[in-house]
């Protein structure tokens, strides 16, 4: 898990003000705590962030989204057949698609509340 947060930190450096803590707990989905008052005393300057993971529960996180993204881009299209333009910028798809997400949200916590 820590390799894949290293790939991570390499494409995107909005993590770079962050220090990311993963602790290995057994979850149906993973959640994330941020400290935003706690300083990291490992990297002094970063802001403490705690995921608490495990990988069949990130699996399940990741199909999750990636198949509510489709299912959104399913009903976009059924809704607008004709449409040319990326269908991923019309306020359209985006509504749909927080609307799936929010069930994801949803199930999220109920488990960590």
Known sequence: METQLKKLKNWFDILDDYKIIIKHEHHDFPTAIIHPNK???????????????NKPSLIRYALIDLICHEIAEH????EYPNYKGN???????QEIERALRKNIEKKIYEEHG
């Open 75 to 78: 009903r976009f299209y059924e």
């Open 87 to 93: 269908s991923h910028k019309h306020k359209k798809f």
């Open 39 to 53: 300083i990291s005393e490992i990297e002094p300057g970063k802001v403490v962030m705690v995921i608490k993971v």
